[in-house]
C-alpha cells in the first residue's frame, strides 16, 4: 500500500515552499527531537551503538545525525523528496544515507534489515485510516534482537481534528505486531505537550 496521495503532495509541497523561501517549515526546529536526545544518552551511555539504524520521516536530517553520532550505519527516509535534498545539503559531510522512502510501501532490502529503528512523529502525520498500517511499516523494519523507540504527541482537549492526527494509547501499541513486542510505554510531559514513549523490542531467534 502507497502512502495517501493527498499527503504526500501536502508534504512535498510544504517543503519546496520553505525551500523557496516562502515559509518556513513549522516543525523544523534546528535540532534534534528533545527526548531522543535523551533517550540516546541513557540507552547508549558509553557513546557508541552498534549496527543498522533506521529514522523515520528524516525531514532535515537533525535526528538522523545524532543517531548517526553514536555509529549507527543510519538510513533516513521522508516521502517528501525536496526534505531529503535539502538533509543531504545541510550536512554534506555526513554519513548518514538520506532516501526517498514511503512508510507504506518500503523496498525489500529495508524489511528486518535495522537494529535500531527511530520513529519521531510520522505516525500522527498521517490520516487515521493509515495508522495501522504505518505502525505494521514501522515494525516491519525491525531486525531479530532489533529496537524501535516511537515518540509521539499525546492528543490533549481542545486539540483540532488534525492534522496532525494525534495518537491514542492503542494506535501507539499496534506496532507491536509482525513479532514485535511492546516492552515500555510512557506518559511524558514534554515540551509543546505530553508525549506518548514506546520501547519495542523483536525477540532475537534462537
Known amino acids: 500500500m502507497a502512502a495517501d496521495r493527498g499527503s504526500e ?94 512508510l507504506l510501501d518500503l523496498p525489500a532490502r529495508w524489511l528486518a534489515a535495522f537494529d535500531l529503528v527511530i520513529e519521531c512523529t510520522t505516525l500522527q502525520a498521517l490520516p487515521p485510516e493509515l495508522h495501522a498500517a504505518a505502525a505494521a511499516g514501522v515494525a516491519s523494519l525491525c531486525a531479530s534482537g532489533g529496537e524501535i523507540l516511537v515518540v509521539a504527541r499525546c492528543p490533549g482537549e481542545g486539540d483540532p481534528p488534525g492534522p496532525p492526527f494525534l495518537l491514542a494509547r492503542d494506535e501507539v501499541e499496534r506496532v507491536a505486531t509482525e513479532g514485535v513486542r511492546l516492552t515500555r510505554l510512557r506518559r511524558i510531559p514534554m515540551r509543546g505537550g505530553d508525549r506518548w514513549v514506546g520501547e519495542f523490542g523483536r525477540p532475537a531467534e534462537k
Open 9 to 102: 503532495n501536502w508534504y512535498e509541497t510544504v517543503y519546496a515552499e520553505a525551500r523557496a523561501g516562502a515559509s518556513p517549515v513549522a516543525w523544523d526546529h534546528g535540532e534534534p527531537t528533545p527526548y531522543l536526545v535523551e533517550w540516546m544518552a541513557e540507552r547508549f551511555a558509553g557513546g557508541r551503538g552498534r549496527g543498522r539504524a533506521a529514522v523515520i520521516g528524516c525531514a532535515y536530517g537533525d535526528d538522523a545525525e545524532l543517531v548517526a553520532s553514536y555509529g549507527f550505519d543510519v538510513t533516513a527516509f521522508d516521502i517528501s523528496a525536496t526534505a531529503v535534498e535539502v538533509a543531504r545539503e545541510r550536512h554534506p559531510e555526513s554519513v548518514v544515507d538520506y532516501r526517498r522512502g514511503d
